[in-house]
């Protein structure tokens, strides 16, 4: 490629005799060194371990492109720099090789201390590489180990620093090392020697013999080590030349890029931009914290990414640079015709599509913490940071597009998001998906029938998903669930009440010590976890059986608060039983997953999927049937039962039921209020079948339904064939020629009963 040299390579004791002479400088819109002390220490035993750690990417210098990009020296660099080369990609080794080989005087960054780096010479000559290189934060003690050789020789440490005095500081310190120990060996000897010596000294002195004698061997051990590996060992490079425009070396990244140099698109468009007066470091330093809710690498390119979907729907690499101000962008027409388009006509443009960026980011950010909403209360707990960009640009969409049918859109965009998740979309291919998504969601919004293909595969496949192998904490799915457990408003266990959510965690329900004891392979399961606090973990769990402080739970609650709270942690009935059978057993935890499981899928069909079929015509006449049996049904207890005696009449299990109901509906549509369900017949929307038949057999209201019912048991008996045909086609069951009859028969009891 013109202007660009092959590959070539520097041995060790080059680079460090160019880091040492100021050789090296790095471009303003390199981001800060970011190595902590053990990532330095990491790179340092990989290059004595003889292993590749990377080419650099470097820019021949010359005074203009110096100036251009603002370059500064390596940090800490405190002497006269010489420029040679602008370091373009190796920042971070470099400076990770001067601090560990040239121990500047100044704090490690972002530390109050300076750092020092050591390696341990016996470890080292055993070859114990993990084990031989270390590094201390500095102290009065390590202060003077580092300025005083003779601790270091009689501790066999070798400061890395000396490595950066070059090959004669080198010589000079194992000289020293290597007398010190000489020196040793020889009083040891004469001590041997005299004949006053008793038996015991003897064996001291013949043990601190052979010591001075292995660790002159290892000095000279050390000295090939090092010899060695300065001259023979390689650091790789690629050097571009000085005359070439800052534009070009842009695109020589993209195309380095693509043969797998990890190089970051923020910091190439930074470069790019300078030249139109835009400085992305300084405007992004000004925003960082509002969008602190992933990798911040991450997230200041999907501010790009957002302006780029809405821009042009793609948000690749080679696209973004279409965001720059007066870049032509060809596009091509289905009739073969061409059209050349500038997207950013001018710098303010820019930054006003940036702000517009941020602050859609800022919005959805809110959203997706929100725990009415989506529930992804902090970041640990985000299924996908890397779905953030399409979530940002379609809500952006639907905000400037004004739809009327905001509630159905807003819908659309929940079942879109959970089904991403669940068939995890967004482990792949990023980029292309985000677009595609982009483009289905808007067909979507205009036409009902076209749904994404994702949201198909996520309603075809969810039923027979296993939740159970879920197990890695921080995992997409894993994440999701307990994501699903903050928005039934997952209650503490310890005071009832909704929990501070930024304090959660997820704790084992069946502990982690009987998992491990009885080699449970799924005791991790996100079906064994729920979120809790701290302090109620301490006080209801402390790594106890479930039989013994549910137990607790039940006897200092009630049966009702009870089942309640563990029913907002989608904890059935069912399977608290399951966890209080005693003696516990291993399929007894299968139970238990097994049946957490139903309740789970279960409040995702009912809540994301809404399980809307399209019916056969027979099956939509019964349904319509029941339907409008069950709004007669509403009706009549909304007038037997008046508003003020709705409490004392409705058993209050039922109560706090359609109570949760109808605040997860409020939640769900900011246009609800509490003052919108006042009313009996506004609350009688959220009872179920079965509970219009408990709220009129009652012993409170039999009284009140008699008269039309006549026989209750009767009622009972029609509402239970009712339910079991309305259940049936709503969920798309399997349902036998029996039930079928049974429920048209009590179709037809109720029609005659509600005239």
Not at 373 to 382: H, K, R, S
Not at 405 to 434: H, M, R
Not at 439 to 455: A, G, I, R, V
Not at 497 to 523: F, M
């Given at each position: 490629m013109k202007h660009i040299e092959k590959a070539e390579s520097k041995h060790l004791d080059k680079i460090i005799s160019e880091i040492r002479e100021g050789k090296y400088v790095i471009p303003d819109f390199q981001r800060e060194f970011e190595w902590n002390p053990w990532d330095v220490n990491s790179l340092i035993t990989s290059i004595f371990m003889d292993y590749y750690i990377g080419t650099l990417l470097l820019w021949k210098a010359s005074s203009s492109n110096v100036k251009i990009l603002s370059c500064e020296p390596i940090k800490g660099f405190s002497k006269k720099v010489n420029p040679e080369h602008i370091v373009l990609d190796g920042q971070q080794r470099l400076t990770a090789m001067f601090f560990a080989f040239f121990n500047p005087d100044i704090p490690y960054p972002k530390r109050k201390k300076r750092c020092f780096f050591f390696m341990n010479i016996e470890e080292l000559v055993n070859e114990n590489y993990e084990e031989a290189f270390y590094y201390k934060w500095e102290t009065k003690a390590y202060k003077k180990l580092i300025e005083t050789p003779e601790i270091q020789y009689a501790r066999n440490i070798f400061p890395l620093e000396v490595i950066g005095k070059g090959i004669w500081g080198i010589m000079d310190w194992l000289k020293g090392y290597e007398n010190h120990w000489?020196?040793?060996?020889?009083?040891?000897?004469?001590?041997?020697?005299?004949?006053?010596?008793?038996?015991?000294?003897?064996?001291?002195?013949?043990?601190?013999?052979?010591?001075?004698?292995?660790?002159?061997?290892?000095?000279?051990?050390?000295?090939?080590?090092?010899?060695?590996?300065?001259?023979?060992?390689?650091?790789?490079?690629?050097?571009?030349?000085?005359?070439?425009?800052?534009?070009?070396?842009?695109?020589?990244?993209?195309?380095?890029?693509?043969?797998?140099?990890?190089?970051?698109?923020?910091?190439?468009?930074?470069?790019?931009?300078?030249?139109?007066?835009?400085?992305?470091?300084?405007?992004?330093?000004?925003?960082?914290?509002?969008?602190?809710?992933?990798?911040?690498?991450?997230?200041?390119?999907?501010?790009?990414?957002?302006?780029?979907?809405?821009?042009?729907?793609?948000?690749?690499?080679?696209?973004?640079?279409?965001?720059?101000?007066?870049?032509?962008?060809?596009?091509?027409?289905?009739?073969?015709?061409?059209?050349?388009?500038?997207?950013?006509?001018?710098?303010?443009?820019?930054?006003?599509?940036?702000?517009?960026?941020?602050?859609?980011?800022?919005?959805?950010?809110?959203?997706?913490?929100?725990?009415?909403?989506?529930?992804?209360?902090?970041?640990?707990?985000?299924?996908?940071?890397?779905?953030?960009?399409?979530?940002?640009?379609?809500?952006?969409?639907?905000?400037?597009?004004?739809?009327?049918?905001?509630?159905?859109?807003?819908?659309?965009?929940?079942?879109?998001?959970?089904?991403?998740?669940?068939?995890?979309?967004?482990?792949?291919?990023?980029?292309?998906?985000?677009?595609?998504?982009?483009?289905?969601?808007?067909?979507?919004?205009?036409?009902?029938?076209?749904?994404?293909?994702?949201?198909?595969?996520?309603?075809?496949?969810?039923?027979?998903?296993?939740?159970?192998?879920?197990?890695?904490?921080?995992?997409?799915?894993?994440?999701?669930?307990?994501?699903?457990?903050?928005?039934?408003?997952?209650?503490?266990?310890?005071?009832?009440?909704?929990?501070?959510?930024?304090?959660?965690?997820?704790?084992?329900?069946?502990?982690?010590?009987?998992?491990?004891?009885?080699?449970?392979?799924?005791?991790?399961?996100?079906?064994?976890?729920?979120?809790?606090?701290?302090?109620?973990?301490?006080?209801?769990?402390?790594?106890?059986?479930?039989?013994?402080?549910?137990?607790?739970?039940?006897?200092?609650?009630?049966?009702?608060?009870?089942?309640?709270?563990?029913?907002?942690?989608?904890?059935?009935?069912?399977?608290?039983?399951?966890?209080?059978?005693?003696?516990f057993t291993e399929e007894d935890f299968s139970d238990f997953l097994s049946e957490r499981e139903k309740t789970i899928k279960n409040f995702v069909k009912v809540n994301i999927i809404n399980d809307v079929i399209d019916l056969p015509p027979d099956l939509k006449q019964l349904n319509d049937e029941i339907e409008l049996i069950e709004l007669n049904i509403r009706d009549i207890i909304s007038t037997k039962i008046k508003d003020s005696d709705y409490k004392d009449n409705i058993p209050s299990d039922i109560q706090d039921k359609v109570q949760r109901r109808i605040q997860n509906t409020i939640k769900k549509n900011p246009l609800l209020s509490h003052e919108d369900f006042k009313t009996t017949r506004s609350k009688m929307d959220y009872f179920d079948l079965q509970e219009y038949c408990t709220i009129i057999t009652s012993k409170n209201c039999w009284s009140l339904f008699e008269q039309q019912f006549k026989n209750k048991q009767q009622l009972m008996n029609k509402f239970s064939q009712l339910g079991e045909l309305r259940n049936a086609i709503r969920h798309s069951r399997s349902v036998s020629e029996v039930a079928i009859l049974e429920g048209k028969a009590s179709i037809v009891w109720f029609k005659e009963i509600l005239k």
């Open positions: 000489k020196d040793k060996k020889t009083r040891f000897e004469e001590g041997e020697n005299k004949e006053s010596v008793l038996e015991d000294e003897h064996q001291v002195f013949s043990k601190e013999i052979q010591e001075a004698k292995n660790n002159i061997k290892n000095g000279e051990a050390l000295g090939n080590i090092l010899r060695e590996l300065l001259n023979d060992y390689n650091l790789s490079y690629i050097e571009l030349d000085r005359d070439i425009s800052v534009s070009k070396v842009c695109d020589i990244f993209t195309h380095i890029n693509s043969k797998g140099v990890p190089l970051n698109i923020f910091d190439l468009l930074n470069a790019i931009l300078r030249p139109h007066d835009i400085y992305l470091k300084d405007m992004w330093r000004t925003v960082a914290g509002n969008l602190d809710y992933t990798d911040p690498a991450k997230m200041k390119i999907y501010v790009f990414q957002v302006m780029s979907i809405l821009e042009q729907t793609y948000c690749s690499s080679k696209y973004l640079y279409y965001l720059v101000p007066e870049e032509s962008k060809v596009i091509k027409h289905p009739d073969g015709r061409k059209e050349s388009k500038i997207l950013i006509p001018n710098k303010t443009t820019f930054i006003e599509k940036w702000n517009a960026s941020v602050n859609a980011i800022e919005r959805s950010i809110k959203k997706l913490r929100n725990p009415r909403e989506f529930g992804a209360i902090t970041p640990a707990f985000v299924p996908y940071p890397s779905i953030i960009p399409a979530f940002t640009a379609i809500n952006k969409y639907v905000e400037t597009k004004g739809y009327k049918n905001i509630l159905d859109i807003n819908a659309k965009i929940k079942k879109w998001y959970w089904a991403s998740i669940f068939t995890e979309n967004y482990s792949s291919s990023v980029e292309s998906t985000s677009a595609k998504d982009f483009t289905d969601l808007k067909k979507w919004f205009e036409d009902d029938t076209l749904e994404p293909e994702s949201y198909l595969r996520f309603c075809n496949e969810f039923e027979n998903q296993n939740l159970s192998k879920f197990v890695q904490k921080g995992g997409a799915i894993y994440n999701a669930i307990f994501n699903i457990l903050i928005l039934n408003e997952a209650r503490d266990w310890y005071t009832s009440d909704l929990p501070e959510y930024e304090t959660l965690d997820d704790h084992h329900i069946v502990p982690h010590s009987w998992g491990k004891k009885n080699n449970i392979s799924d005791i991790n399961s996100i079906l064994n976890r729920t979120p809790l606090s701290p302090s109620t973990n301490r006080h209801i769990i402390s790594d106890r059986m479930p039989y013994e402080y549910l137990a607790e739970m039940l006897e200092n609650n009630g049966e009702t608060k009870f089942y309640n709270i563990l029913e907002s942690h989608l904890i059935s009935k069912k399977a608290c039983d399951i966890l209080m059978r005693k003696p």
